[in-house]
């Protein structure tokens, strides 16, 4: 059984569509797929009804967060979309996006970049705009060669020089509200320090305490010498070890099933969510 529990789609900063993605995903030979758009649960009803015989979808979203000056992401699993609470907090941080995108914008401009607002928008098109679309803005302009190299402090890294800061969740409220719209959280790739600071394992194991039920163990931005460090304080710490892609589309190298999840460690997420239930699929529309 492979499970591939983080994924993006065109509804935030993947190149991918809902329907595009599960259909991929079972081309690749995924059993299980998670949705997890950033902030959003807006792919949610495409990716149902494209979904393909034989794959199974996880609602869910990776969630903004920031801890002592510290940006992470949280992966939410199988939570109700509709409880208010949760609900309010992912729409603060969705209409932050434009303005957000737009100042990081005329930083980039401030520094001789020749970027446009309309670039970046043409490039997000329906999906919650972001880093990543400015990103791919300066992959078109020759400014870096890649999406990767416009996330270093020379651009859009946490505290770059054309980084502007978002709206966004305290994991231990973010941990909160998930549990109480029935959802699972998992602290997505936790370690990969080459996207800037990460929190230390003492901040881990204070959400650990606060009711945190996983971390993302196998994932492409973590070593091997990472990993198993992490499958160590999973265990120290109670917590459950996922791995997953964190598909992009094309926007990143990663492919669909790349690092998957344990069948065991699946089926402990979904007994412990009581917000929404894994979909079975029927066979979307060709």
Not at 13 to 34: I, M, Y
Not at 151 to 161: H, I, K, N, V, Y
Not at 208 to 228: C, K, P, Q, W, Y
Not at 246 to 259: M, N, P, Q
């Amino acid at each position: 059984m492979r499970i591939d529990l983080h994924t993006h789609s065109t509804a935030s900063d993947g190149t991918d569509t809902p329907a595009e993605l599960v259909r991929n995903a079972a081309a690749a030979g995924l059993d299980v797929v998670a949705l997890t758009d950033h902030d959003t649960t807006r792919g949610h009803a495409d990716a149902t009804a494209a979904l393909p015989e034989g794959l199974t979808l996880v609602t869910g979203a990776e969630l903004s967060c920031r801890l002592d000056g510290v940006g992470l992401h949280m992966l939410a699993y199988l939570f109700d979309p509709e409880e208010p609470e949760l609900s309010a907090e992912r729409e603060l941080v969705r209409d932050d996006r434009v303005p957000r995108a737009r100042a990081m914008v005329g930083k980039l401009q401030e520094l001789g970049v020749p970027v446009a607002w309309e670039q970046v928008a043409r490039i997000a098109g329906d999906g919650s705009v972001g880093r990543p679309h400015v990103a791919e803005a300066l992959v078109e302009l020759g400014v870096v060669p890649d999406v990767s190299g416009a996330f270093t402090p020379e651009w859009l890294a946490d505290g770059g020089r054309a980084y502007v800061a978002k709206h966004e969740l305290d994991p231990f409220d973010a941990i909160r509200l998930v549990k109480a719209a029935g959802g699972v959280t998992v602290f997505a790739h936790p370690l990969a320090v080459k996207r800037g600071e990460v929190v230390p394992e003492a901040a881990i194991a204070r959400l650990a305490e606060a009711g945190l039920d996983g971390i993302e163990v196998d994932h492409m931005d973590h070593d091997e010498a990472t990993r198993s460090r992490l499958r160590g304080l999973s265990k120290e710490l109670g917590l459950l070890p996922t791995g997953s892609s964190d598909y992009h589309g094309s926007r990143k190298t990663c492919v669909l099933g790349e690092y998957t999840t344990d069948p065991e460690i699946y089926g402990e997420i979904t007994r412990r969510a009581t917000g929404a239930f894994p979909v079975p699929g029927a066979g979307g529309p060709a």
